[in-house]
């Protein structure tokens, strides 16, 4: 495996596609000195390939100091490509839970802790676009959730569209395999730990966080940022 990532400043960006050049902001975004990120061919703006048993065709691999997750992207100028999205991450999933899939970086076998949708709004915490108020801001939580809050199972507050899309795939999950050690869910922000920044933050001073839901442990929701220790300190 050849390292191409240190030679991606000699590249103009603007000749990639609109699908590559997604990719290469959603990398730069994940990756930092405690976070690689594979791609399944040699790019310029990830740390190297990753290979997978079968035909599946998620774009990257995720590998940090606690969690690794496999990622399907998913351009979502259209609300109905996020639903089909959410039911390919669906088939990547259950073939880990059967044995069926395998992943490996370097020839390693590499353990997946969950597999998660990515969108070009997964910067905001969130998948769908915003136009005709898609994807709101939910204004609050209940009793129940501000406490799962508290203890880091999910975030502070969440966008509509897209947390019914997640409750809805976790609902059918749940009763698909109810002990499965791997979780499924979303890529977002950990801006949603700071929802009163949202409309005027930097998005990208934010790190990421997967979001996301494991049928066969104690506690089935996990928040974590990438990486991890972020959390810790905020």
């Given at each position: 495996?050849?390292?191409?990532?240190?030679?991606?400043?000699?590249?103009?960006?603007?000749?990639?596609?609109?699908?590559?050049?997604?990719?290469?902001?959603?990398?730069?975004?994940?990756?930092?000195?405690?976070?690689?990120?594979?791609?399944?061919?040699?790019?310029?703006?990830?740390?190297?390939?990753?290979?997978?048993?079968?035909?599946?065709?998620?774009?990257?691999?995720?590998?940090?100091?606690?969690?690794?997750?496999?990622?399907?992207?998913?351009?979502?100028?259209?609300?109905?490509?996020?639903?089909?999205?959410?039911?390919?991450?669906?088939?990547?999933?259950?073939?880990?839970?059967?044995?069926?899939?395998?992943?490996?970086?370097?020839?390693?076998?590499?353990?997946?802790?969950?597999?998660?949708?990515?969108?070009?709004?997964?910067?905001?915490?969130?998948?769908?676009?915003?136009?005709?108020?898609?994807?709101?801001?939910?204004?609050?939580?209940?009793?129940?959730?501000?406490?799962?809050?508290?203890?880091?199972?999910?975030?502070?507050?969440?966008?509509?569209?897209?947390?019914?899309?997640?409750?809805?795939?976790?609902?059918?999950?749940?009763?698909?395999?109810?002990?499965?050690?791997?979780?499924?869910?979303?890529?977002?922000?950990?801006?949603?730990?700071?929802?009163?920044?949202?409309?005027?933050?930097?998005?990208?001073?934010y790190v990421p966080a997967a979001l996301y839901y494991t049928p066969g442990e104690e506690l089935v929701h996990s928040w974590n940022y990438?990486?991890?220790?972020?959390?810790?300190?905020?």
């Open positions: 495996m050849t390292d191409l990532s240190e030679f991606g400043g000699g590249i103009d960006r603007s000749e990639l596609d609109e699908a590559d050049q997604f990719h290469a902001s959603l990398s730069d975004w994940i990756r930092s000195d405690a976070v690689s990120v594979y791609s399944r061919e040699q790019k310029s703006y990830t740390n190297g390939t990753f290979e997978n048993d079968r035909s599946f065709k998620p774009q990257f691999l995720i590998e940090g100091p606690s969690y690794t997750y496999v990622v399907r992207t998913q351009l979502a100028d259209d609300g109905s490509d996020i639903y089909k999205a959410i039911y390919t991450v669906f088939n990547y999933w259950r073939a880990l839970t059967q044995g069926k899939e395998g992943y490996s970086v370097d020839g390693k076998s590499i353990t997946v802790d969950a597999v998660l949708l990515a969108t070009d709004y997964s910067k905001e915490g969130k998948l769908f676009h915003g136009r005709q108020n898609k994807d709101p801001l939910r204004t609050g939580r209940s009793e129940e959730a501000a406490k799962m809050a508290n203890s880091n199972q999910i975030p502070k507050l969440e966008h509509g569209a897209s947390e019914t899309a997640l409750r809805v795939l976790w609902k059918f999950v749940k009763n698909h395999d109810s002990e499965s050690d791997v979780g499924i869910g979303a890529l977002l922000s950990s801006v949603l730990d700071t929802p009163e920044q949202i409309g005027d933050a930097d998005l990208e001073e990438l990486p991890f220790f972020f959390q810790n300190n905020a």
